[in-house]
Antibody, heavy 119, light 107 residues
Framework: QVQLVESGGGLVKPGGSLRLSCAAS????????MAWIRQAPGKGLEWISY????????YYADSVKGRFTISRDNAKNSLYLQMNSLRAEDTAVYYC????????????WGQGTLVTVSS | DIQMTQSPSSVSASVGDRVTINCRAS??????LAWYQQKPGKAPKLLIY???SLQSGVPSRFSGSGTGTDFTLTISSLQPEDFATYYC?????????FGPGTKVDIK
């Protein structure tokens, strides 16, 4: 079955960097668009970035544009999110997500990894 | 960006009740609308896609309707496992925005 396992979360100081990884299994990773979606504590969901199957097209929400970079390695079945210049408002659970048939909704989610930005 | 609103923000209901949740988009999105269920401490789960298509494995008591800017999620007979927060999400154009959520709790 589809498995998405995030790693790399933790506590980081404002202005710091963190790299999240998502290991995918149970499907042909290179066929699917993938995304990062986050949820601040007690808040709603925010779709922050997505990448097409080949990596040829990438989008970022304005809230992270210029600071976060999404990437993928289809040979390693892995998705990444490089997060720089982190702010307190980036504190959230970050979910790795597989789009359903590449139609811009999410059929499968990882368990999430918590990123806390605090001094 | 397309803004999504939901009403009500919370609803108290009993097992067996019919529950309706509304979602409105700030501009026309055809039927590019999904519904998710989220329980505390868990990732969301896709219930409905393209406004009215039931995701595989989701009970038939869940249904969706609507087109354009106004959409509805209906739970025909609420079950104990349905107490959760429900989010709509527009899949028409990036950023793919979510509604603020509707919490369904026990009356």
């Amino acid at each position: 079955q589809v498995q998405l396992v995030e790693s790399g979360g933790g506590l980081v100081k404002p202005g710091g960097s963190l790299r999240l990884s998502c290991a995918a299994s149970g499907f042909t990773f290179s066929d699917y668009y993938m995304a990062w979606i986050r949820q601040a504590p007690g808040k709603g969901l925010e779709w922050i970035s997505y990448i097409t199957s080949t990596g040829s097209t990438i989008y970022y929400a304005d809230s992270v544009k210029g600071r976060f970079t999404i990437s993928r390695d289809n040979a390693k079945n892995s998705l990444y999110l490089q997060m720089n210049s982190l702010r307190a408002e980036d504190t959230a659970v970050y979910y790795c997500a597989r789009e359903r048939n590449n139609w811009n909704d999410v059929g499968d989610w990882g368990q999430g990894t918590l990123v806390t930005v605090s001094s | 960006d397309i803004q999504m609103t939901q009403s009500p923000s919370s609803v108290s209901a009993s097992v067996g009740d019919r529950v309706t949740i509304n979602c409105r988009a700030s501009q026309e999105i055809s039927t590019w609308l999904a519904w998710y269920q989220q329980k505390p401490g868990k990732a969301p789960k896709l219930l409905i896609y393209t406004a009215s298509s039931l995701q595989s494995g989701v009970p038939s008591r869940f249904s969706g309707s609507g087109t354009g800017t106004d959409f509805t999620l209906t739970i025909s007979s609420l079950q104990p496992e349905d107490f959760a927060t429900y989010y709509c999400q527009q899949a028409n154009s990036f950023p793919f925005t979510f509604g603020p959520g509707t919490k369904v709790d026990i009356k």
